[in-house]
């Protein structure tokens, strides 16, 4: 067996193991966030802040959903970091943007942030801040699925099938299913180009 074999073998697992009736609540909390004009900020870092990004483009244009991240702002990012820490950069954000009851945040992480380890401190804080403003908390997230899958309303944990893949395999994982989720018939209000064409 080859590593490309091996590879998508495992990816094949995991599609088989993942929990859909999660997805299934969050696309449910989602569609409250929408009916209620509420709006979602999605934060990660490393790759996942880049999935991100592109979740952001994909819930304004195929949902309608007002949507932002944090790490799509360089400057402000950056400045936030020199000027009061890393561990603050997406709480004091979320204050600035007046994050409230009618708003969600949709982490994406590997680990999901531990406060005991002092890892992802910076997602540790802002999961903790949005609960305690009432806002929405969701996530797809890996391993354990760690802060994010103890407080969350709603969380995915991708499954764990290589602990040595762990994190490529959560990555892409998290746009399959929040493609999944942008396609869904209870949120998507915008047909893609693709299948537009005839």
């Not at 929990?19 to 870092?45: A, H, M, N, P, T």
């Not at 990012?77 to 004091?92: C, K, M």
């Not at 949709?106 to 403003?133: H, M």
């Not at 760690?146 to 944990?157: F, S, T, V, Y």
Request: aromatic share 6%.
């Amino acid at each position: 067996m080859t590593y490309s074999d091996k590879h998508l073998a495992e990816s094949i697992e995991i599609i088989k193991k993942i929990d859909k009736s999660k997805i299934e609540k969050i696309v449910d909390l989602i569609l409250d966030i929408k009916k209620q004009k509420g709006r979602i900020f999605f934060l990660g870092v490393g790759g996942s802040a880049g999935n991100c990004s592109h979740a952001v483009n994909d819930f304004r244009k195929i949902v309608g959903i007002e949507c932002y991240a944090p790490t799509d702002n360089v400057s402000e990012l950056t400045a936030r970091t020199n000027d009061e820490g890393w561990d603050s950069i997406f709480s004091e954000w979320l204050k600035t943007s007046q994050l409230n009851k009618k708003d969600m945040i949709i982490i994406l992480s590997v680990g999901g942030g531990n406060p005991e380890k002092n890892i992802s401190p910076n997602i540790v804080k802002a999961l903790d801040y949005s609960k305690k403003v009432g806002a929405k908390v969701s996530g797809i997230v890996g391993r354990d699925g760690g802060h994010a899958a103890k407080i969350a309303d709603e969380c995915l944990i991708i499954p764990t099938v290589n602990k040595e893949t762990v994190t490529p395999h959560t990555e892409s994982f998290q746009s399959v299913i929040w493609h999944l989720i942008v396609s869904h018939p209870k949120l998507k209000d915008s047909q893609t180009k693709w299948e537009s064409i005839s």
